[in-house]
């Protein structure tokens, strides 16, 4: 994959990326598995799964997406060009938006968005889940671990780092 | 919170580069120790609500107002892109300009990065336990990412139309009709539809 290509379909993604970077995962995903074929379903999921046990923005699972596309620039491609449009066009709205964000429009815009991120996290989990589909041990632990973030209240790097060390251990 | 005045040109508080305080006030925050702040926000960051920390650092100290901190946070909530990245930067600029907040930034990502090129050069080495770690992770990241998704449902879905359209949208994300697509059309359909209600209201 090209750093060009790398860069374009960041920057399309990252201007997409309403309610942050898990709305975009499946899109991602069909890219880079599907169209570019720079890596197999099940390592989209891991590299996403490795941005979750790390600390900082979520959105450093592009690393190791970059990386497999495009080496050490690919990593840094993919990265910045995502961020970096989104974060101009914050930059520029800023000093404007307390006077947009009483706009009707805004408002109403805001308020359609709530579920259309909704959706896109929901099919982004399904994405990044089918890898796990018909391992009844992993869809225990997925279970329990989602069980154990909701009603525990528990860390994501608790429940993340957890399920690594019973995986390490050989059980799961 | 209090709500911004009438004019926003008046409203200096909530301008780029002001935290509603006085120039010699903003002098009086060392960068430093900004820097600092930022790359211990860097360090301890994890899970959903990233931003938690950024309040701790920033606005505990009376570094940044309490509602200026909340109006950036519900900004980067609306606009694309990594909301917790483009917190990081706007409370830099509400500390003293841009430029802190793209270096505390970089400073936020460094160790993630760092930890993840670390991950990514010790998990190729074939190693089965370490296959079976990485297998582990994937499981909990799933179990994280359900548990968002379970939370995001249950705070964001206040009736059977807003159902309908995260159904509609996760069923075209789910078929592969690209983003360009489907977040313009749901979003359209549904913009009329709450905007209609509330006409009608």
């Not at chain 1, 990386?67 to 914050?90: K, T």
């Not at chain 1, 889940?129 to 391992?135: E, N, Q």
């Not at chain 2, 926003?8 to 009086?28: K, Y």
């Not at chain 2, 949208?169 to 979003?187: K, R």
């Amino acid at each position: 994959m090209s750093l060009i290509d790398l860069a374009l379909l960041n920057v399309r993604l990252g201007l997409l990326s309403f309610g942050g970077g898990l709305g975009v995962l499946a899109e991602m995903q069909r890219e880079m598995v599907n169209v570019y074929g720079v890596m197999e379903a099940r390592d989209f999921a891991t590299a996403f799964a490795l941005g979750q046990a790390t600390p900082g923005p979520g959105i450093l699972f592009l690393i190791p997406i970059g990386f497999r596309a495009a080496g050490p620039l690919g990593a840094v491609v993919a990265v910045v060009s995502f961020l970096l449009p989104p974060l101009l066009l914050q930059l520029a709205v800023a000093r404007q938006w307390a006077r947009m964000s009483r706009n009707r429009w805004i408002r109403a815009l805001n308020r359609a968005l709530l579920p259309v991120s909704i959706g896109l996290v929901g099919a982004s989990l399904c994405v990044i889940a089918a890898p796990l589909v018909g391992d009844g041990r992993a869809v225990a632990g997925v279970a329990v671990g989602a069980a154990a973030a909701i009603a525990l209240r528990a860390s994501p790097a608790v429940v993340v780092l957890g399920a690594g060390l019973l995986g390490f251990l050989g059980l799961l | 919170m209090d709500e911004p005045s009438a004019d926003p040109r008046e409203d200096r508080s909530l301008s780029a580069g002001s935290a509603g305080n006085g120039p010699e006030l903003r002098e009086a925050r060392p960068w430093r120790t900004a820097l600092l702040k930022f790359l211990w926000v860097g360090l301890i960051s994890f899970g959903a609500g990233r931003w938690i920390y950024l309040h701790s650092a920033f606005v505990r100290n009376g570094w940044i107002r309490e509602e200026v901190f909340l109006h950036d946070l519900a900004f980067t909530q609306v606009l694309p892109g990594a909301q917790f990245v483009n917190l990081i930067v706007l409370c830099g600029m509400r500390v003293r300009s841009v430029w802190l907040g793209v270096a505390g930034l970089a400073l936020a990502v460094f160790p993630g990065a760092l930890l993840m090129v670390l991950a990514m050069v010790y998990l190729s080495g074939g190693d089965a336990r370490l296959a079976g770690a990485v297998h582990g992770i994937l499981v909990g990241a799933v179990g994280v990412l359900l548990a968002t998704f379970t939370r995001l449902f249950r705070a964001g879905v206040r009736g059977s139309p807003d159902v309908a359209f995260v159904v509609a949208t996760f069923l075209l994300s789910i078929a592969g009709v690209p983003l360009l697509v489907t977040i313009p059309v749901v979003a359209a359909v549904a913009m009329r539809w709450f905007g209609a209600r509330t006409s009608a209201a």
